[in-house]
């Protein structure tokens, strides 16, 4: 970067204007018109394709109300849309692997909010603030020896 050395006020207010410019997030897509993101939960790992459509979503090549049977799983995955206000307007395609069907519900929202904010640039402030483009890092806690479980000691008996 190159230095300059400013001699007034108002040089000062013109190089603040040339730092303060917000990045530009580019649409970023595949040959087939896709978006992709690989999103996180867990021990599960789920990779989303979304393209503009009915609003079909197929998990694992099985529809979405068949894979994830619990209305709450489908409910944390549709939340997204609903924060972008484009429910129904893309279809999904999900592959997830790993974890049980609480993590991977979260992994396929994960990795839909990215894929949203690679075919839409202009939603990943309304997603962020949301809490959705953040991964969340908890994961189970290794079982130590001498425990009976992560931290579960054996129960204790004097006599």
């Known amino acids: 970067m190159a230095e300059t050395t400013l001699s007034s006020l108002s040089d000062l207010n ?4 040339i730092v303060a410019e917000a990045p530009k997030y580019e649409q970023k897509l595949d040959k ?3 978006a992709y993101a690989t999103g996180k939960r867990k021990n599960a790992v789920a990779r989303v394709w979304i ?3 009915s609003g079909q979503i197929t998990v694992n090549g099985r529809d979405v109300a068949v894979y994830f049977a619990r209305p709450v799983l489908r409910m944390i995955l549709q939340q997204p849309l ?3 206000k484009r429910t129904g307007q893309y279809d999904l395609t999900v592959t997830v692997a790993g974890g049980g069907l609480s993590g991977q ?3 396929v929202r994960h990795g ?3 894929a949203l904010t690679h ?3 202009e939603l990943r402030t309304a997603l962020k603030r949301e809490g959705f483009l953040t991964r969340d890092s908890r994961v189970v806690e290794r079982k130590k020896y001498g425990k009976k479980k992560a931290r579960r000691s054996f129960q204790f008996s004097k006599r």
């Open 105 to 107: 519900a979260g992994a």
């Open 51 to 53: 393209k503009p459509g």
């Open 32 to 34: 087939q018109g896709r």
């Open 82 to 84: 609903g924060v972008a």
């Open 119 to 121: 075919y839409e640039p």
């Open 14 to 17: 013109q190089a603040a204007a």
């Open 112 to 114: 839909l909010a990215k």
